[in-house]
C-alpha cells in the first residue's frame, strides 16, 4: 500500500475511534445523570453480609443498619428479599430527587418481606399458676403466635395487687389472655388464654415504635417510594413521615404504595401518643401532596388511624383497604384539595370510616365502607366532615351498616351516593348542605340542622 493512502486510512481510523469515544463519553455521561449513576442494593437477612457490596442478591447486605448508614443517591433503590424478616427500624439518611426517588422495594419470590417492631421473647419461667415471666425491653403490646389481632391484652398489674383501668392499660390485674409489663425490673408476664407455657409459643414484643421513619428538618427525605413492603407489629407506627418544614420546605415526592401496615401501635389502648399505622405530618401546612396507594392495614392501634396524613396539601389516598382501626379509617386535617377515592374501610368499633377537619376542597369518591359501630354520633360514621372544613364534595360512595352514614358538621356537597342500615341516622348535617341523586335505603332517617326530616317527592331532601 502506497505510503500515502496509509496516512490516509490511518487518519481516518483514529477519526473513527474519536467518534465513537465521543459518543461512549456522551452516553455514559446521560446514564449517570441528574448526578451519579443509580444504584441498585439488596438485602437479604437470611444470607447476605454488610461487608459485601451489597450490589447484587449474591453479595446482598444483611441488615437495615447497613442501609441506614449510607446516603443514598437520587435513583438508587433499595430491595429487601423477600421471604425473609428484619426486626429493626428503616431510617433513610435522605431521600431523591424530582422523577428520580430513593425506592424501597421488594425482589425475589414468596410473602413480601416483613419489617417488624417486635423482638421474639425466650427464656420464660414460672411465676406461679398459668404466669410467667421473661426479661424483656419495654413492650407496647404482645402477640402470641402472630395473635390475636389486637394483642393480648395489657393489664396494670399482677393478680392479687390492687390497680385499676387507666388510660394505659385495658385491665385492672392480669387474667387469662393477657400481659404486664414491670418497668422496675424489665420483667415480662403473660397469662396465656389456654394457660400454656409461652416458651412452646412464638411470643414477641412490639418493642420498637416506628417500622419505618422518615423525620427531617425540611425536605430532605422527599421523592421517597414505599413499595410492596410489609411493616409488623410495631409499637406506634408502621410508617411514619414527619418534617419540621424548616424555611417552609417539606417533603414532596413521597409515595406509599402496595404495602401491609398489620398490628401497630398500642391494640384498643390509646395512651395519648398518636400512633397511626400509616403517618404524614409536617409542621406548616405544605403543597408536598404525599400519594398513599393500594395500601392494606389491619389492626391500626393507639390513636388508631389507618392512613393519617395532615397538613399536606393535594395529598391522594387512592385504593387502600383498612380494617380492624382503633380511630379513623382515612383521616386528613387541615390540609386542601384531598382527593379520597376508591378505598375501602370497615370492622371497627367507636371509630370513622373516612374523617375530614379543617380541610379545603376535598373530594371523597367512590369509596366502600361497611360495619362501623358507634355509641354517640361522632362515633361510628362511615364519613365524617368535621370542624374547620368547608368545600366537601362527597360522590358515589357505599355506605351501610354504620351508626351514622353521612355525618356533617358543616355544609358538604352530597350526591349519587348509597347508604343504608344506619343505626342513628343515614345523614346528620348540622349545617346543612347540598343533597343531590342519593340512595338511603329503605325507611330513613335524617337530621338536617338539628332537626328530623322527610324526604321530599322524589326521594331527595331539599337543599339547606
Not at 353 to 382: A, D, K, L, T, W
Not at 447 to 454: D, F, L, S, T
Request: proline fraction near 5%.
Amino acid at each position: 500500500m502506497p505510503r500515502e493512502v496509509k496516512i490516509k486510512a490511518a487518519i481516518w481510523l483514529s477519526g473513527t475511534l474519536l467518534v465513537f469515544a465521543m459518543l461512549a463519553y456522551v452516553i455514559n455521561t446521560l446514564a449517570k445523570s441528574p448526578s451519579e449513576s443509580p444504584n441498585a442494593y439488596y438485602v437479604d437477612s437470611s444470607t447476605g453480609d454488610d461487608s459485601s457490596s451489597g450490589h447484587s442478591p449474591s453479595s446482598a447486605w444483611r441488615t437495615i443498619g447497613k442501609v441506614n448508614s449510607i446516603s443514598l443517591t437520587p435513583g438508587d433503590t433499595v430491595y429487601f428479599r423477600r421471604g425473609e424478616v428484619w426486626r429493626e427500624t428503616l431510617e433513610p439518611r435522605n431521600g431523591g430527587a424530582p422523577a428520580h426517588p430513593v425506592t424501597f422495594t421488594a425482589y425475589g419470590s414468596g410473602p413480601a418481606p416483613i419489617i417488624s417492631g417486635s423482638d421474639i421473647v425466650t427464656g420464660w419461667t414460672s411465676s406461679g399458676a398459668s404466669i410467667f415471666r421473661a426479661r424483656s425491653s419495654k413492650p407496647n403490646n404482645v402477640y402470641v403466635d402472630g395473635g390475636p389481632g389486637w394483642g393480648l391484652t395489657r393489664a396494670c398489674c399482677l393478680p392479687g395487687e390492687s390497680c385499676t383501668r387507666s388510660d394505659l392499660c385495658a385491665i385492672g390485674p392480669m387474667t387469662a389472655g393477657s400481659w404486664y409489663w414491670n418497668p422496675a425490673t424489665s420483667d415480662l408476664y403473660v397469662w396465656l388464654q389456654d394457660g400454656s407455657n409461652p416458651a412452646h409459643h412464638v411470643v414477641e414484643a412490639a418493642v420498637r415504635i416506628y417500622g419505618m421513619n422518615a423525620t427531617a428538618d425540611e425536605g430532605e427525605k422527599g421523592n421517597i417510594v414505599v413499595d410492596g413492603l410489609a411493616f409488623e407489629r410495631t409499637g406506634g407506627y408502621g410508617i411514619y413521615f414527619y418534617s419540621n418544614a424548616e424555611g417552609g420546605k417539606g417533603p414532596v415526592g413521597v409515595v406509599i404504595r402496595n404495602n401491609t401496615v398489620r398490628q401497630s401501635g398500642t391494640g384498643q389502648v390509646d395512651g395519648g401518643e398518636y400512633y397511626n399505622a400509616i403517618h404524614f405530618d409536617e409542621h406548616l401546612e405544605l403543597n408536598t401532596a404525599p400519594k398513599f396507594i393500594g395500601n392494606a392495614i389491619a389492626y391500626s392501634g393507639g390513636h388508631g388511624n389507618a392512613i393519617n396524613s395532615q397538613k399536606a396539601d393535594g395529598a391522594q389516598i387512592i385504593g387502600n383497604h383498612a380494617e380492624h382501626f382503633n380511630h379513623n379509617g382515612f383521616d386528613t386535617k387541615r390540609s386542601a384539595s384531598v382527593l379520597v377515592r376508591g378505598n375501602t374501610a370497615h370492622d371497627a368499633s367507636e371509630a370513622n370510616g373516612i374523617y375530614q377537619e379543617y380541610c379545603v376542597n376535598g373530594i371523597i369518591e367512590n369509596n366502600v365502607i361497611f360495619n362501623i359501630s358507634g355509641s354517640v354520633p361522632g362515633r361510628g360514621s362511615g364519613i365524617q366532615i368535621d370542624v374547620g372544613t368547608s368545600g366537601a364534595t362527597i360522590t358515589g360512595n357505599s355506605i351501610s351498616n354504620v351508626l351514622t352514614g353521612i355525618y356533617l358538621i358543616t355544609q358538604a356537597t352530597v350526591k349519587d351516593n348509597v347508604v343504608s342500615h344506619a343505626g342513628h341516622a343515614v345523614l346528620e348535617a348540622n349545617a346543612g348542605g347540598t343533597f343531590e341523586h342519593n340512595q338511603w335505603g329503605d325507611s330513613p332517617i335524617f337530621y338536617v340542622n338539628g332537626r328530623r326530616e322527610a324526604l321530599a317527592e322524589g326521594g331527595e331532601l331539599p337543599p339547606r
